[in-house]
T-cell receptor
Framework: AQTVTQSQPEMSVQEAETVTLSCTYD???????LFWYKQPPSRQMILVIR??????QNATENRFSVNFQKAAKSFSLKISDSQLGDAAMYFC????????????FGAGTQVVVTP | DTEVTQTPKHLVMGMTNKKSLKCEQH?????MYWYKQKAKKPPELMFV???????INESVPSRFSPECPNSSLLNLHLHALQPEDSALYLC????????????????FGPGTRLTVL
């Protein structure tokens, strides 16, 4: 069984600063997908970034980047130049490539952005 | 159009009522999902439809009955619910590969906040 662990229930960051959210996962698969989803107070889940396990290069999307360490089964998210709009619950998620869309979510990390 | 819409936004129902939640997408996605989310918890998968056929039922009680009338529409019929079923119900959609493998970039709707009295 796959499990996804987010060990930080809440992280606080000042505007313009950088925050890193940790995520570890457990799997015996060699090919899979990893995702970070953001859920703001409005409640709509938004995909932030996606990583295919076979790609060694870390994914980046504007101010969001990941540090994917396949051997360590670690997938951290770095938010640079934090903005008030980044305040949200962030979920790390894992999916096998043949899992019929089954996402395994972590417990989530609440990001608080202070002016 | 990269939007998944859900109606209603809020629903209050009694334990003897029958109601339905509706989800719609026009992105050409052939996989659609229902999730249940309790406060401050991650979403829990309930059902997955692929090409209008049910491919996953996560042992959901029969008081929840999904339906996929066409590739754009997904319904969740509710009957004889319990107060513990109160939650945010999220719909999502994604592309689906021809061989049944699903590319898992899921697009979520805003959810329906359900309260069972």
């Amino acid at each position: 069984a796959q499990t996804v662990t987010q060990s930080q229930p809440e992280m606080s960051v000042q505007e313009a600063e950088t925050v890193t959210l940790s995520c570890t996962y457990d799997t015996s698969e060699s090919d899979y997908y990893l995702f970070w989803y953001k859920q703001p107070p409005s409640r709509q889940m938004i995909l932030v970034i996606r990583q295919e396990a076979y790609k060694q290069q870390n994914a980046t999307e504007n101010r969001f980047s990941v540090n994917f360490q396949k051997a360590a089964k670690s997938f951290s998210l770095k938010i640079s130049d934090s903005q008030l709009g980044d305040a949200a619950m962030y979920f790390c998620a894992y999916s096998r490539t043949d899992s019929w869309g089954k996402l395994q979510f972590g417990a989530g990390t609440q990001v608080v952005v202070t002016p | 159009d990269t939007e998944v819409t859900q109606t209603p936004k809020h629903l209050v129902m009694g334990m003897t009522n029958k109601k339905s939640l509706k989800c719609e997408q026009h992105m050409g996605h052939r996989a659609m999902y229902w999730y249940k989310q309790k406060a401050k918890k991650p979403p829990e998968l309930m059902f997955v439809y692929s090409y209008e056929k049910l491919s996953i039922n996560e042992s959901v009680p029969s008081r929840f009955s999904p339906e996929c009338p066409n590739s754009s529409l997904l319904n969740l019929h509710l009957h004889a619910l319990q107060p513990e079923d109160s939650a945010l119900y999220l719909c999502a959609s994604s592309q689906a590969g021809l061989a049944g493998l699903i590319y898992n970039e899921q697009f979520f709707g805003p959810g329906t906040r359900l309260t069972v009295l």
